[in-house]
């Protein structure tokens, strides 16, 4: 089992940034991949970025390349996902999640990841 656990959300003005960080317990190995999805009001699940977990290669939705950065802290077990240049579109509830890694994991597809967070709302205001 692996447990994770989101924080820094909240109410930013479009424009700003926020740093948003995902903390991981329990059986967390290096042959996992995270990732950040969200959710806005009204509209499914989307991805927005993903890292694998050992040798910390990315991948991004395009709607935030440029914009947003994912990183982890190894020693720490966390990850992190910096999020700048923000607008209200960017406005929902992010979710972090794990994978186990595997040949040809499909980092944007929520079925390929078996543990959530609970998520943290970031609202970004006009």
């Known amino acids: 089992q692996v447990q994770l656990v989101e924080s820094g959300g909240g109410l930013v003005q479009a424009g700003g940034s926020l740093r948003l960080s995902c903390a991981a317990s329990?059986?967390?190995?290096?042959?996992?991949?995270y990732g950040w999805f969200r959710q806005a009001p009204g509209k499914e699940r989307e991805f927005v970025a993903g890292?694998?977990?050992?040798?910390?290669?990315?991948h991004y939705a395009d709607s935030v390349k440029g914009r947003f950065t994912i990183s982890r802290d190894n020693p720490k077990n966390t990850m992190f996902l910096q999020m700048n240049s923000l607008n209200p579109e960017d406005t929902a509830v992010y979710y972090c999640?794990?994978?186990?890694?595997?040949?040809?994991?499909?980092?944007?597809?929520?079925?390929?990841?078996?543990?959530w967070g609970q998520g943290t709302q970031v609202t970004v205001s006009s």
């Open positions: 999640a794990a994978a186990i890694m595997r040949y040809g994991l499909m980092f944007t597809l929520q079925r390929e990841y078996t543990y």
């Open positions: 890292i694998r977990w050992s040798d910390g290669i990315t």
């Open positions: 329990g059986r967390t190995f290096s042959n996992y991949a």
